[in-house]
């Protein structure tokens, strides 16, 4: 497998946690979303993603190649064709309840912060850094307080976000929390999600997937 990703995105953050999880060993591709104009608009890696985002997962399956891109689809598909250990539960109800937790953070947060929408506030509509910032502690902080509610109030909670072990939900969990920090957001007011990020940061899973210690970090 190869994966296409970049250091410091939350999308490729969340695959690599995934495979760390499974056990499984994948070559990781550098696309740079910021030299040479951004690498993610590059012809070469158009071929890999039309779309010109990351990350990007080629598999070789039955002597075919498959490309797959956005990062749950990935990680659903890991899931599928290496179910253990499982990042989603048993239950029909508790998959739905997990994959409505990753899609808070996938759908809801993490796109109005994403570069490509940071870069047009900046640039074609010409707001200050200052101004961009507080969009992305409002968005970040808003987003994670009801993400907060959600999973202090939920009998299945426990040291991750579903239980005790950690699953699809902290592979997004937890980049998001990286985000959050790099921009300063306060996250005093949630502290079920603190205390998670905590349990998922003593996993080497999730420590090896961090974006300072991939070979790509600046």
Not at 29 to 38: R, T
Not at 126 to 150: F, P
Not at 197 to 217: E, G, K
């Amino acid at each position: 497998m190869k994966l296409y990703g970049y250091f410091r995105s939350s999308a490729s953050y969340r695959v690599r946690i995934a495979l760390n999880l499974k056990g499984l060993d994948a070559e990781h591709v550098s696309v740079h979303l910021v030299k040479h104009g951004g690498e993610q608009f590059s012809d070469n890696f158009r071929v890999v993603n039309p779309d010109a985002l990351v990350p990007a997962l080629l598999d070789t399956d039955k002597g075919l190649d498959i490309v797959l891109n956005q990062s749950l689809a990935i990680i659903e598909y890991l899931e599928e064709k290496y179910p253990q250990p499982a990042l989603l539960p048993t239950n029909l109800a508790d998959r739905a309840h997990i994959r409505s937790l990753a899609l808070s953070v996938a759908c809801e947060i993490h796109p109005l912060n994403n570069l490509r929408v940071l870069k047009y506030l900046t640039g074609t509509l010409g707001i200050s850094e200052e101004q961009k910032n507080t969009w992305i502690q409002h968005w970040c902080v808003s987003g994670l307080a009801a993400l907060e509610q959600r999973l202090a109030a939920d009998k299945r909670t426990g040291d991750f976000c579903f239980g005790n072990r950690p699953g699809l939900a902290d592979c997004c969990l937890v980049p998001q929390i990286f985000n959050a920090q790099r921009f300063n957001c306060d996250l005093s007011g949630m502290p079920t999600l603190m205390r998670i990020n905590q349990h998922c940061l003593s996993l080497a899973a999730f420590v090896n997937a961090m974006p300072m210690n991939q070979a790509d970090a600046e």
